[in-house]
Every structure is written in C-alpha cells, then in structure tokens.
C-alpha cells in the first residue's frame, strides 16, 4: 500500500521536478539576499521575485491535477478545471463571498484557510473524478456527451471536494493538532521524537497545517514557542541524506536534481529533496524520518524553545535566540543538533543505498 501511495505522489510530481527544485533554489535565494541585506523583505523587488519563486507552491493544485489526470486517465482539461476551481478568488481565506454552505450543508475549509499548497486534496479528486468519467462515458448519448461528460464529472466532483475529501482531510488535521498538544502536555521530548518523525510524512498530506496555527498563536501570547521545535532537523536531515544520494548514483538526471534540492533544504524549502529524491527512492525517505525523530527529541530534551517567527533551514537559528535575555544557548543547541542531523542521514544513506536496488517508484 506505501509503495502505491509513494508511486502515485512521485509519478504525479515527476514532470515537475526540474520546476519544482528550480522554484524552491529561488526562494532559497531571496531568503539569503534578504539575511545579508541585499533585498529588504516586503521590498518591490523581493515581492516580484518571490511571486515567481512561490507560484509554483500556491498553484500546486492547478499544476498536479494535470499529470494527475493523465497518470489516472482523466480528461487533462477537466482535471485542470478540478483544480482552478479549488483557487477561485471565492474560496480563498481572507475572501469576503459567503461560501460557509452549499446546499444548506456547513463547509469546512483546511486548517490552512484554503487549497493553495495543498496535494492529497487534488490528486484524491482527480481520481475520484476519473471514476466517474469513465464509469459514464460509455452510457451517455453521443449527442450531448461533449458537454454532458465534463459538466456532471466536474459538478459531482467538485462538491464531493468541498463537502467530503477537503473535511476530511481537514478533520485529520484537526484531529493531529489536538493530539499533539496533549502529547506535549504528557512530556515534550516524546512529542520531539513523535513530530520530528512525522512531520514531513505531515507535510506530504498538507496536514502540518493543524499545528502551525496553534504554535503562532502560542508565539504571540506568550513570546516564546515549544510545539514545532522538533521538526527543524527534519530539513538537515534530508539534505544530508541528498548528499549521499548525489555521491553514490551515476544516474545524471538524478544527480543534477540533487544540487538545487540541497540548496533549498539548506534554507528550509525541502519539497525539492522530498518529492524528488527521498520519497522516490523510499529507503532514504525512512532515514530521514528516523533522523528528525531522534533530533527532535533532543531538541526538546536540551531545551530549545522558539522567540521569533522563522522557518527551518539556516537562517532559522535566530529564532532560538532568547530576546529577552540575549541567551543563545538554544540557538547553539540547534545548530549542533541540525549539523549531526546532516552528518548521521548522511552517513546512513550513504551505507545503504543501492543504485541497483533503489529504483525510482
């Protein structure tokens, strides 16, 4: 069951890897020049660069629907309707059009807002909709099934979305925000392990979404926050477990992708390297799982605790800077802690990988 889930997402990302690492190495970029002073964040410039380097995240449903589609047999174009729809201005978060119902049925929107970013969603409705047009294509009448086909594959599937796979998926996350809050309550170094395990299996199924919005509001009531502190070695990890990958396969198109997805991991852009590269080859993907684990429990254990807002990568350490008491013990912690993540996914990828074995999915 895993190795058909991981060959579905990979198939479906496949013809966007070059993209994909492309987008995630500019973003990268702008986060460097941003740090040295070079752009100011929130400058004309850094917003005309970043709305490049971020279109391919925002319109992650447009863009996955269609090699969705083709890998399920869906029309392309219906698929790609599937997706537009999901981003109109209506169901965006911060929109102003009533869309709290449809049919006198409540909707529940992810835990994010809205479907800009998000994968299982998508790639779940496309399928869905392949069902369905394929299960009424030969029992409707030639005559209307030009328009017909589309308009009940696209009708039904588009409130099935709404009211059945997006809740769904948005219960889970609900469900996995509640559980790791008690979990911390219980002892925060098993929720390290347990949330630097599962993140980026989280971050797969766009059910991270759940805990962001309780560890900002912590941040902000409190000035400090605990809750993600476990998943910044998860980034490290897999950059290491990249790196082995680029020195042990004489695969060319593989070894090219390593490069920029190191680059992004580096700055905590890690869909490069996840969708890419470990998922794929499986065996590495586990590695890292395990590596952000362990990290994440010492994180916890050493005391490291969030005052700012920032994302994982490098330019994340200032964030375990104390700004109250200028302490950087936390911040030192999570450096050395983040370079054994490299060093040990490092080294067990590197042992481990086979290039005969590890076939892509």
Not at 109 to 126: E, F, K, L, N
Not at 214 to 219: D, F, H, K, M, S
Request: aromatic fraction near 14%; charged fraction near 10%; charge should be positive.
């Amino acid at each position: 069951m895993f190795t058909s889930f991981v060959s579905i997402v990979t198939g479906v990302f496949a013809p966007w890897l070059g993209i994909l690492s492309a987008m995630g190495l500019l973003k990268g970029l702008l986060s460097i020049l941003v740090t040295i002073g070079v752009l100011a964040n929130g400058s004309s410039t850094y917003n005309v660069l970043y709305s490049l380097g971020d279109s391919f995240f925002y319109f992650m449903p447009v863009l996955l629907a269609y090699t969705a589609s083709k890998k399920f047999g869906l029309s392309e174009i219906t698929g790609l309707l599937i997706g537009v729809s999901l981003l109109y201005p209506y169901l965006i978060k911060g929109a102003e059009a009533d869309v709290s119902t449809i049919f006198g049925i409540a909707i529940q929107m992810p835990a994010s807002g809205d479907y800009s970013t998000s994968v299982i969603p998508i790639i779940i409705s496309v399928w869905f909709a392949s069902k369905i047009e394929k299960a009424i294509k030969t029992k409707m009448p030639e005559s209307i099934k030009l328009f017909a086909v589309p308009f009940v594959v696209l009708t039904i599937t588009f409130i099935a979305t709404i009211l059945i796979i997006g809740p769904v998926a948005s219960y889970a996350a609900n469900v996995l925000g509640k559980v790791a809050v008690a979990i911390y309550n219980f002892s925060p170094i098993i929720l390290g392990a347990v949330i630097g395990f599962f993140w980026q299996i989280l971050v797969i199924f766009g059910l991270h979404w759940a805990v962001i919005p309780i560890a900002i509001a912590n941040l902000f009531n409190s000035g400090f926050e605990r809750l993600l502190v476990g998943t910044f070695a998860c980034t490290f990890a897999q950059v290491g477990a990249v790196f082995a990958i680029y020195l042990k396969t004489k695969d060319k198109k593989l070894k090219s992708l390593c490069f920029p997805a190191i680059a992004s991991g580096l700055v905590g852009v890690t869909e490069p390297a996840i969708y890419g590269l470990t998922l794929p080859k499986k065996k590495p993907f586990v590695v890292t799982c395990i590596v952000g684990g362990i990290s994440g429990a010492l994180l916890m254990a050493t005391g490291v605790t969030t005052y700012n807002l920032a994302g994982n990568g490098v330019f994340g350490y200032t964030a375990y800077i104390n700004t109250t008491t200028n302490d950087i013990t936390g911040m030192i912690y999570a450096i050395i802690i983040s370079i054994a993540s490299v060093v040990v996914s490092f080294f067990l990828v590197y042992f481990i990988y086979n290039e005969k074995t590890e076939k892509m999915v």
